[in-house]
């Protein structure tokens, strides 16, 4: 079964973060408190489909697609 990304979520779905498919895009998720174990839900899209805004830790964090492509989910 191939993982799935942030991406790939519907608006209001949840889902836990497993890990990161692209080294350098990760250190900048982390830091922005997208970590390994945290669950996230797809909030709501842009009218053309990005930026995504996702809740993760709390607060509103807006995204590009390609960014959220690289955050694998459970």
Do not use: W
Not at 26 to 52: Q, R
């Amino acid at each position: 079964m191939s993982k799935r990304s942030v991406a790939d979520l519907k608006i209001g779905e949840r889902a836990t973060i497993q890990s990161f498919n692209d080294q350098l895009m990760s250190l900048k998720l982390l830091e922005m408190g997208c970590l390994p174990g945290a669950e996230v839900c797809l909030h709501c899209k842009a009218p053309l489909g990005d930026p995504i805004c996702l809740n993760v830790a709390g607060y509103c964090l807006s995204m590009r697609r390609s960014e959220a492509a690289t955050i694998l989910v459970e």
